[in-house]
């Protein structure tokens, strides 16, 4: 069974910083990347970020460039999300996904999800 465990969310003022944690388990194949997505009532999921397991390469959403970092732990199988100068736009509950390595900030190429943590972000 392939588990995707968030943490990390809470609320914060603009301008202050969050990591958020995800712990994977359960995919038994090399090639595939971890990525954040992120959900606003009425509003599509938007790819924030995705590291790449092969060689840890990441991409990121334009939105984040520059404030957001995404990185690997190998050993522990679990990815960080840091979250520096988070504006209120940022506010969304945050999703953990899996899926492939090529193109891993589309939406339609998620093979799986975890439960979503909210981040607030206040002015």
């Known amino acids: 069974e392939v588990q995707l465990v968030e943490s990390g969310g809470g609320f914060v003022q603009a301008g202050g910083s969050l990591r958020l944690s995800c712990v994977v388990s359960?995919?038994?194949?090399?090639?595939?990347?971890i990525g954040w997505f992120r959900q606003v009532p009425g509003k599509e999921h938007e790819g924030v970020s995705c590291?790449?397991?092969?060689?840890?390469?990441?991409d990121y959403a334009e939105s984040v460039k520059d404030r957001f970092t995404i990185s690997i732990d190998n050993a522990k199988n679990v990815v960080y999300l840091q979250m520096n100068n988070l504006k209120p736009e940022d506010t969304a509950v945050y999703y953990c996904?899996?899926?492939?390595?090529?193109?891993?900030?589309?939406?339609?190429?998620?093979?799986?999800w975890g439960k979503g943590t909210l981040v607030s972000v206040s002015s």
């Open positions: 996904t899996a899926d492939g390595p090529s193109d891993c900030l589309n939406y339609y190429g998620v093979d799986y």
């Open positions: 359960g995919l038994t194949f090399e090639d595939y990347a």
């Open positions: 590291i790449r397991r092969r060689d840890g390469s990441a």
